[in-house]
């Protein structure tokens, strides 16, 4: 399926500091998009914007060509958002982690595809884990395992490299270019260098200059 989000206009300001403005971003079908920028120059605030969590902002969204306010609920219904913290419960295990989260958005699913989702993260044998238990690396992991469980269209992902090891790296790596390469979409933040994601477009924050 074909998709876009569109944000025109954005601006956004904290603590009467411009973050950004005149922010004009387009991800659709394809696309892999990375926001650039040094610590605190809003780049998890925007994705907070797209991702729909905050609404202090100027400037408008759409979603395949329809404002935001009216299709919301068919946003979010093929968005999976990954914030800069794992969001994972640690008085669970990796298992009930997934099945928690998949709860969350009225799912019940199936033991067997999430153990699946597990093992593509190099997780097998720690299933039953408390996550509290688990290295930060694992527990970021367990939270990328949602990547495999909940097909959506739009991934936005805030740092999703942080604390994965090498092998996790290049993993994840391919596993993002196959996500667009199969018709979705990507919006992420990383200070992270991927030279074999090539030349992706990029939104630079931070006064430089806005290309995407
Ligand atoms: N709820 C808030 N209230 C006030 N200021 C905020 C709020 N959220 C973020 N900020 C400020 O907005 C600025 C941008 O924060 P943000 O987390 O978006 O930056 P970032 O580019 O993601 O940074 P980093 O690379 O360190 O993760 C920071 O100066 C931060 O203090």
Known sequence: MNFCLRARGLACERDDRCLFRDLDIDVGSGDLVRIEGPNGSGKTTLLKILSGQLDDYQGTLSWCDRDMTAVRGDFHANLLYLGHAPGIHAGLTALENLAWYQALGGESGRESDRMAALASVGLSGF?????????????RRVALARLELTPRLLWILDEPFTAIDKAGVAALERRLLTHVQCGGGVLMTTHHEMPSLGDIRSIHLGGGAVDA
């Open 127 to 139: 299933e039953d884990v408390l996550v509290g238990q688990l290295s930060a690396g694992q527990q």
